[in-house]
């Protein structure tokens, strides 16, 4: 078992930064793949971003060149740097854990989840 853990969401000013961290507990090595979703109320949770534990990185298309995705392995854990953030991207923000080889951007392929962090940016 993995327990995930985020910290870092908050308010924040259209075109302000945030940097969320996400700490894995539980075991003794890192998750293969971890990633970062987001949702709103009543919706699908999507995909933001995933790293590897060699540190190949995928994102989606609307945050390309904003977010960036990493991790410390030695401290089994991972950060989402966001900039230039929108009013659009207020949402609960999770990070979570893979224990497959093999990248996968869907929410199912996902095995651990943290609780879960809010953003909130004004405009």
């Known amino acids: 078992q993995v327990q995930l853990v985020e910290s870092g969401g908050g308010l924040v000013q259209a075109g302000g930064s945030l940097r969320l961290s996400c700490a894995a507990s539980?075991?003794?090595?890192?998750?293969?793949?971890m990633g970062w979703f987001r949702q709103a109320p009543g919706k699908e949770r999507e995909f933001v971003a995933a790293?590897?534990?060699?540190?190949?990185?995928y994102y989606t298309d609307s945050v390309k060149g904003r977010f960036t995705i990493s991790r410390d392995n030695a401290k089994n854990t991972m950060y989402l740097q966001m900039n230039s953030l929108k009013p659009e991207d207020t949402l609960v923000y999770y990070c979570?854990?893979?224990?497959?080889?093999?990248?996968?951007?869907?929410?199912?392929?996902?095995?651990?989840w943290g609780q879960g962090t809010l953003v909130t940016v004004s405009s």
């Open positions: 979570a854990a893979r224990e497959g080889i093999t990248y996968c951007s869907g929410y199912g392929c996902y095995d651990y």
């Open positions: 539980g075991r003794t090595h890192s998750p293969y793949y």
């Open positions: 790293i590897s534990v060699s540190g190949s990185t």
